[in-house]
Nanobody
Framework: QVQLGESGGGLVQAGGSLRLSCATSGRTFSRYAMGWFRQAPGKEREFVAAIIWSGADTYYTDSVKGRFTISRDNAKNTVSLQMNNLKPEDTAVYYC????????????????????WGQGTQVTVSS
């Protein structure tokens, strides 16, 4: 069983930065593709970013490209999301998630693809 735990959320003014981290348990973390999703009140959970097992390829939703960076440290079993130039519309609960088997890259943007989820961390951006 894999367990995920997010940290680093908080309240920040527009234009500010936050760095989210996701700590994972399990010895096979390095085999998993990892993703970040977010869910704002009254909205569906949406894809934010994903990274394949090696870290060589990353994917982002258009609204965060150039502002957010996903990275991973397989030695420490962590995945991070550096968020810069935050906007009020980035306000949401952010979740990290893991996929335990190889999948088509296009499926990395679909929440149903992911096998394990964290509890989420709140990010609030004030205007």
């Amino acid at each position: 069983q894999v367990q995920l735990g997010e940290s680093g959320g908080g309240l920040v003014q527009a234009g500010g930065s936050l760095r989210l981290s996701c700590a994972t348990s399990g010895r096979t973390f390095s085999r998993y593709a990892m993703g970040w999703f977010r869910q704002a009140p009254g909205k569906e959970r949406e894809f934010v970013a994903a990274i394949i097992w090696s870290g060589a390829d990353t994917y982002y939703t258009d609204s965060v490209k150039g502002r957010f960076t996903i990275s991973r440290d397989n030695a420490k079993n962590t995945v991070s999301l550096q968020m810069n130039n935050l906007k009020p519309e980035d306000t949401a609960v952010y979740y990290c998630a893991a996929i335990k088997a190889p999948v088509l890259r296009i499926l990395l943007q679909t929440s149903r693809t992911y096998d394990y989820w964290g509890q989420g961390t709140q990010v609030t951006v004030s205007s």
